[in-house]
Structures are given as C-alpha cells and as structure tokens.
Nanobody, 120 residues
Framework: QGQLVESGGGLVQAGGSLRLSCTASGRAYNTRNMGWFRQAPGGEREFLAS????????YYADSVKGRFSISRDHAKNAVYLQMSSLKPEDTAVYYC?????????????WGQGTQVTVSS
C-alpha cells in the first residue's frame, strides 16, 4: 500500500495563510475520497474537510468553513488544503487521509502529519 505524505506546515502569524499538500506514493489515491483532520496536543482528532474522488464535491467543518479550502490534482496524485485567516487555535498537527464513506468523517488511513503553528 502506498504512503501519504503531508507537507507545507510551518510557523505563521495570526491572519496569515498556508497551503498544505498531501502526495501519495505507490498506490494511486485518485479514486479515493480524501480529507484532512488535525490534532492539537492533548486534544481530540478534529475533522476539517473532505473531497470526493471526482473532486466536484467538498465538505467542511463549521470551524474552518470560509477559511480553508480543499482541492485535489489527479495528475499529481495530490490533495491540498489552503488555509487562510489562520488563528492561534489552528495550531495542531495536520493529517490527510482516505475517507471510505464520504458521508462520514471516518479516516481509514493517513500520513505522518505536518505541524502548523500559528503565533498571536
């Protein structure tokens, strides 16, 4: 089974933007529904966004709606999360993964994550 690798995290000031990338090696994920979630230290996993395998339908958590945007590029076998108007409470490790059932927020597999830190 191929791996998912997240990148693009880093340190950003409040109000700033970041674009996270998730690329797949080996097995192609182009026909899989994909999504992003995050987990802050000591916190629970929080669903952020998902996109169906065709790329034409997306879903967002209320906490990020209007600030985050999920997209995918089948040619590059990649999924992206564009984040804007970042807040200190967005600080967390961000993961991308496969969502077998787009009607849920259950992830069946995910990458190693990328750290996002938002300073005030």
């Amino acid at each position: 089974q191929g791996q998912l690798v997240e990148s693009g995290g880093g340190l950003v000031q409040a109000g700033g933007s970041l674009r996270l990338s998730c690329t797949a090696s080996g097995r192609a994920y182009n026909t899989r529904n994909m999504g992003w979630f995050r987990q802050a230290p000591g916190g629970e996993r929080e669903f952020l966004a998902s996109i169906v395998w065709t790329g034409d339908t997306t879903y967002y958590a209320d906490s990020v709606k209007g600030r985050f945007s999920i997209s995918r590029d089948h040619a590059k076998n990649a999924v992206y999360l564009q984040m804007s108007s970042l807040k200190p409470e967005d600080t967390a490790v961000y993961y991308c993964g496969v969502i077998p059932d787009i009607a849920t927020t259950h992830f069946s597999t995910w990458g190693q994550g990328t750290q996002v830190t938002v300073s005030s």
